[in-house]
């Protein structure tokens, strides 16, 4: 695989706070979030539900002000790396527009930042074949399976090539073997475009399998419990969940898991 981190800093976060003003009372999302994230890396948040793993996601992508703290992406402000396209962004649900080919809805931000359709078209096709979807460029999304839909709307994130990729929760809606297979997918193609990726999960498994890091946060306030290098070999099958490395890696995560938990209680 070509992905490395090569130790330039994509993320840089301290005392970062974000407190929402609510009809009922102000609700405590993030409280005092320390993170770097250098280029290249995979890192995943876990956490309980509420925690603010999305809220944390929203910052870097300039969807949410901090009310407190400190935070630089790519080295300038979240508007700034926003108004750059620093970032491609993945829902949980694919969010594609049904009137749109697969080709068309993955060619929609390219026509927004105004590129010449020639140049559209190329990097469609490119995109979508990274993702295994070359021959469905025609096809509606309601054509194709969940799975597919999903690599499609990651075609889409990466057509501009944003250094970043933002993905929440992108395989939770999905079963197990399709989840399976796309954590493997996704793995070759970090390793081919060597993006810097944050992902979202609730799955120890799935967290373990994919990252360079694992950040466990805790429940409300949001706070970063642990910080976890997951150093295994970076060329990876689903086999190595067998491994002692990678169930000490998961028992690890779990018990911060857990230890955030009994902080609630
Ligand atoms: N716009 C908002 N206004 C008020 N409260 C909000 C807002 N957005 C999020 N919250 C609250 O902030 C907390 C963190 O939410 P967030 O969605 O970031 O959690 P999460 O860890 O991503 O949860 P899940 O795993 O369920 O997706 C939750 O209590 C949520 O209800």
């Known amino acids: 695989m070509a992905a490395t981190s090569n130790g330039v800093q994509v993320i840089d976060i301290a005392g970062l706070t974000l407190t929402f003003d609510t009809a009922d009372g102000p609700v405590y999302a993030l409280s005092n979030v320390d993170l770097t994230i250098s280029e290249g890396e995979f890192v995943s948040f876990i956490g309980p539900s509420g ?28 508007e700034e790396a926003r108004l750059r396209r620093d970032y491609g962004y993945v829902f949980q649900s694919p969010a594609l527009y049904p009137w749109r080919t697969i080709e068309k809805n993955v060619m929609l931000p390219l026509e927004i930042f105004g590129l010449p359709k020639a140049e559209r078209r190329e990097r469609a096709r490119t995109f979508l074949e990274l993702v295994n979807l070359k021959g469905f460029e ?75 890091k694992i950040v466990v946060m805790s429940p409300r306030p949001g706070r970063i419990i642990d910080v976890i290098d997951c150093d295994l070999p970076r060329e990876r099958t689903l086999d190595i969940r067998e491994t002692p490395a990678f169930l000490a890696i998961a028992h690890r995560v779990r018990d911060g898991l857990r230890a955030g938990h009994s902080y609630e209680d």
Do not use: Y
Not at 62 to 70: A, I, S, V, Y
Not at 203 to 210: D, G
């Open 51 to 78: 925690c603010g793993k999305t809220t944390l996601l929203r910052v870097i992508a300039d969807l949410e002000r901090p009310t407190g703290g400190h935070i630089r992406v790519n080295g300038v402000s979240p």
């Open 138 to 212: 025609r096809k509606f999304p309601w054509q194709l399976s969940g799975g597919m839909q999903q690599r499609a709307s990651i075609a889409r994130a990466l057509s501009f090539d944003p250094r970043l990729l933002l993905m929440d929760e992108p395989f939770g809606a999905l079963d197990e073997i399709v989840r399976d297979h796309l954590n493997e997918q996704l793995l070759r193609l970090w390793g081919k475009t060597g993006k810097t990726v944050l992902f979202v999960t609730h799955s120890i498994p799935e967290a373990v399998f994919l990252s360079t």
